[in-house]
């Protein structure tokens, strides 16, 4: 399945694939709920999401580094230790802003050493001619797993407006537990034969690595993919609301994005050998272009599915396919630098367009609140911009956290930037909107 690994070992890495990226997509809500129950004010959610997104971005570099140096494996055991000592603090002291800025630093940690750790298993222990679908099974993993956070919170949570956090912390206990026990099913000679390569390629800097033929380039791409996939969350809201979408509707054509993508990760070894890496890939890219190019035009809503689904083809394949490139041009003993440098232009390219879209509020301010939305169920009930009469407490309680900030009165407000202009055409967020009851805890906060 993934190259010399075996079966055993293969399907231990894709448990930790989908395992890492679950607790993660369990724990990021959780602790913003837990922020949400200590009623911290606008900026501490915010320094609460950077405090994940910064500590990855800082530390790409030296992962990198250290996976080409201790080996693939105790670099996974590492971030799993790390991800289940975040789990057991914000278990146990997690009931202050403080801790829980520290626990969710803690976890971009973890999680960022498990991810280069795995892609490295990939890149050093598949064959050429099947890295594109070893990359493939592994992100595919990753996006179940991304699924799978969400879900447990949901079962958890009920019908109530706020989960029992200690409960999803408990969970995440459990998880990470299962997550650093399925490392060491990993065979332990996934970095043997390798350590004269890495220690001659430890030396090297992160420039000279750029320098590499094919290398800056396969990483722009990647960080381009990135971008545009954040930006379709970020455009499709707009596209909505000036079409009389309801949230529901916008909502499913995300879902069909998402589930196209994973379909095409599942095909792309066999699509791979037929057409060959790089042909695959122009493709991929004309096609995400073309499709996201589409969307601009009034067309019938069965057609915009479809549109949405050849974006989610496109932009699927890209990803696993830039890793896979990447680890080709890389040098030898430097693949893990390589894809460590990846993920920091992931987090670069990511944030561009997407902080953009947001700091202009309106109606780009919708993307930003849409996955909150989709929970939502679409309905119809007409917005009432600026108010919010009659709303219980729990019910505004329910919309600070699906929009991380309102005012006394539940009208949403964009954190540092005044309030939403919300169009009139959007459905409104009604006191007994199901989220946050569990529908789609994954809020992006």
Not at 21 to 46: H, K, S, W
Not at 143 to 159: E, F, N, R
Not at 381 to 393: F, I, Q, Y
Request: aromatic share 6%.
């Amino acid at each position: 399945m993934i190259g010399e690994l075996g079966r055993r070992s293969a399907t231990a890495l894709l448990v930790h694939s989908a395992l890492i990226q679950a607790v993660t997509f369990l724990v990021r809500p959780a602790a913003t709920y837990r922020a949400l129950e200590l009623d911290v004010p606008d900026f501490a959610l915010g320094l609460l999401a950077a405090s994940y997104a910064v500590f990855p971005l800082l530390l790409a570099v030296p992962t990198g580094t250290l996976v080409d140096r201790l080996g693939e494996r105790r670099l996974m055991a590492i971030g799993a230790a790390v991800v289940l000592s975040c789990s057991a603090f914000l278990l146990l002291w997690g009931s202050s802003i403080v801790a829980l800025v520290a626990g969710t630093a803690l976890l971009g940690a973890g999680q960022l050493a498990c991810v280069v750790g795995q892609q490295a298993v990939v890149a050093n222990n598949a064959a050429s001619s099947r890295m594109d679908s070893a990359f493939g099974y592994l992100t595919f993993a990753a996006s179940l797993g991304q699924a799978l956070g969400p879900l447990a919170i949901a079962l958890v949570g009920g019908a109530s407006v706020r989960p029992d956090t200690q409960a999803i912390f408990l969970l995440s206990v459990v998880m990470s537990l299962v997550l650093f026990a399925a490392t060491f099913a990993v065979s332990a000679h996934v970095s043997g034969g390798r350590k004269k390569g890495a220690s001659a390629g430890s030396s090297a800097s992160g420039v000279s690595l750029l320098r590499a033929p094919g290398v800056a380039r396969a990483l722009a791409t990647s960080a381009t993919v990135l971008a545009v996939v954040d930006l379709t969350v970020v455009y499709l809201p707009a596209l909505g609301a000036d079409r009389g979408l309801t949230v529901a509707t916008v909502g499913a054509m995300l879902t069909v994005r998402a589930v196209f993508s994973m379909v095409s990760r599942l095909m792309l070894g066999r699509v791979s050998r037929r057409i060959g890496r790089m042909r695959l890939l122009v493709v991929s890219l004309a096609l995400s272009t073309f499709a996201l190019a589409a969307l601009a035009i009034p067309m019938p809503l069965w057609l915009l599915f479809a549109v949405m689904a050849l974006l989610g083809l496109g932009l699927g394949i890209g990803q696993p396919l830039t890793m896979s490139w990447l680890s080709a041009q890389a040098p030898a003993g430097q693949r893990g630098r390589a894809l460590a440098l990846r993920l920091a232009g992931n987090r670069v390219g990511q944030g561009g367009p997407s902080e953009r879209h947001r700091r202009r509020g309106g109606r780009a301010g919708g993307g930003w609140s849409l996955p909150c939305l989709g929970g939502c169920g679409g309905r119809d009930a007409p917005a009432a911009p600026g108010r919010a009469a009659g709303l219980t407490a729990d019910a505004l309680a329910s919309r600070r956290a699906c929009f991380g900030g309102m005012d006394d009165g539940g009208t949403p407000r964009f954190r540092g930037h005044g309030h939403l202009r919300w169009p009139e055409s959007a459905p409104c967020v009604t006191p007994s909107c199901a989220f946050p009851a569990g529908r789609f805890p994954g809020c992006r906060q």
